[in-house]
């Protein structure tokens, strides 16, 4: 049974920075492709990053590009997401995924999903 624990979410002011975490179990970690999305209050998902297993590739959503950076560190089956420069519009749940199928970056309804955690920046 794969599962994803976010943490690291919270209370910051604008311009401040956010580093959350996700912590895996259930199957090789290695193995398998993580990303993030987010869901503004009353909104629908948003894609926010994707990285490879081995963190060679890297995908982020144009509008926060050189503000979040995604990593992994397969040692610790953990992924992050570093989020800088923080705006209150950045105010989200954000959840971890990890691609249900090795290989492709391909969504499916294989996909695990962590329970999320809120990140809130105030003007």
């Known amino acids: 049974q794969v599962q994803l624990a976010e943490s690291g979410g919270g209370l910051v002011q604008a311009g401040g920075s956010l580093r959350l975490s996700c912590a895996a179990s259930?199957?090789?970690?290695?193995?398998?492709?993580m990303g993030w999305f987010r869901q503004h209050p009353g909104k629908g998902l948003e894609w926010v990053s994707d990285?490879?297993?081995?963190?060679?590739?890297?995908f982020t959503a144009e509008s926060m590009k050189g503000r979040f950076s995604i990593s992994r560190d397969n040692a610790k089956n953990t992924a992050y997401l570093q989020m800088n420069s923080l705006k209150p519009e950045d105010t989200a749940v954000y959840y971890c995924?990890?691609?249900?199928?090795?290989?492709?970056?391909?969504?499916?309804?294989?996909?695990?999903w962590g329970q999320g955690t809120q990140v809130t920046v105030s003007s």
């Open positions: 990285i490879s297993w081995n963190g060679a590739t890297i």
């Open positions: 259930g199957r090789t970690f290695s193995s398998y492709h």
């Open positions: 995924v990890q691609l249900g199928v090795a290989g492709p970056f391909e969504r499916s309804p294989f996909d695990y």
